[in-house]
């Protein structure tokens, strides 16, 4: 599995959502991404990928494609 597949796979397990719909996917834009649902895809972030995100990081991650250039900051190339 490679990166932009690990990070596609975190959403949709804590977010149980279809791959269509990554894309558009923001904080607060569909009920399970509520703050306990923040902090859930951060913590399997944060595992799938062996990093621990800086705080202003967690909540700067505001939808799918913001997390894709915090990600970058941390040397993961999706």
């Known amino acids: 599995m490679n990166n932009l597949e690990k990070?596609?796979?975190a959403f949709r397990k804590i977010f149980a959502v279809a791959e269509e719909?990554?894309?558009a996917l923001a904080y607060q834009s569909i009920t399970q991404w509520d703050s306990v649902g923040h902090m859930r895809l951060m913590a399997e972030i944060?595992?799938?990928f062996g990093i621990l995100l800086d705080t202003e990081d967690i909540v700067g991650f505001s939808s799918y494609e913001t997390g894709k250039a915090i990600l970058r900051k941390y040397g993961v190339e999706l």
Do not use: C, G, N
């Open 7 to 9: 990070y596609a796979d």
């Open 46 to 48: 944060e595992s799938a």
């Open 21 to 23: 719909a990554l894309p």
